[in-house]
């Protein structure tokens, strides 16, 4: 079974551009998560999307960072315009649905604001 | 609300000395607990699980018990090795918050010859 996948692995920009996430869950799973993880602290949920539907995005910045999932599957992370304290680690996870059930995790994007 | 607190870091062992990280929680409801791995450079793996209380999760060797009388869910392993050096997160999913994970901020392990 394919894991989650996500690009890019790294990307270096400098404060005020824009960049975008990739996330492609394991097929099938209803659940994504974005997280973003600063150096050194645990992970942050971002947002959680139950096929194309939001079911939470209260810790996300909307004024500069939006996400969407489209057809209930693949999601890209934007931010525009970045700040040096966007610099992290974001991971997008999925999980089959359900409370008993673990998430799924991609290898991350590293974020690097300069 | 729910919230993951984890015993703090970094932890230093020789190798095949005992391991303890300890995490308790707070939750409304009634939680899953996890304990994932984070290796330098990836993603996180799920390490162990547990659904409910007195459940025992455990693989490779680390185990932890879900503990609803002190809302505890400590990893321990009897012989720590080289390559268990990794950041250690211990977190909950909650069905009554939409199945929403917390994390702890990880207790790093570095595991010397």
């Known amino acids: 079974e394919a894991g989650v996948a996500q690009s890019p692995r790294y990307k270096i920009i400098e404060k005020r551009q824009s960049v975008a996430f990739w996330c492609n869950p394991i097929?099938?799973?209803?659940?994504l998560y974005w997280y973003q993880q600063i150096l050194g602290q645990g992970p942050k949920l971002l947002i959680q999307?139950?096929?194309?539907?939001?079911?939470?995005d209260s810790q996300l910045p909307k004024d500069r960072f939006s996400a969407e999932r489209l057809k209930g599957v693949d999601s890209t992370l934007k931010i525009q315009p970045a700040k040096l304290e966007d610099s992290a680690v974001y991971l997008c996870?999925?999980?089959?649905?359900?409370?008993?059930?673990?998430?799924?995790f991609g290898q991350g994007t590293r974020l690097t604001v300069v | 609300g729910n919230s993951v607190t984890q015993m703090e870091g970094p932890v230093t062992l020789s190798e095949e000395a005992f391991l303890t990280i300890n995490c308790t929680y707070t939750?409304?409801?009634?939680?899953?607990l996890f304990w994932y791995v984070q290796y330098p450079g990836e993603g996180l793996q799920l390490l162990l699980k547990?659904?409910?209380?007195?459940d025992k999760g455990s693989n490779k060797g680390f185990e932890a018990t879900y503990r609803k009388e002190t809302t505890s869910f400590h990893l321990e392993k009897g012989s720590v090795q080289v390559s268990d050096s990794a950041v250690y997160f211990c977190?909950?999913?909650?069905?009554?918050?939409?199945?929403?994970?917390?994390f702890g901020t990880g207790t790093s392990l570095t595991v010397i010859p």
């Open positions: 996870a999925s999980s089959p649905g359900g409370g008993y059930t673990e998430a799924f």
């Open positions: 097929s099938g799973h209803a659940t």
């Open positions: 999307f139950q096929n194309n539907g939001v079911v939470d």
């Open positions: 939750a409304t409801g009634y939680p899953s």
């Open positions: 547990a659904t409910k209380a007195d």
């Open positions: 977190a909950l999913s909650d069905p009554g918050d939409g199945n929403q994970f917390y």
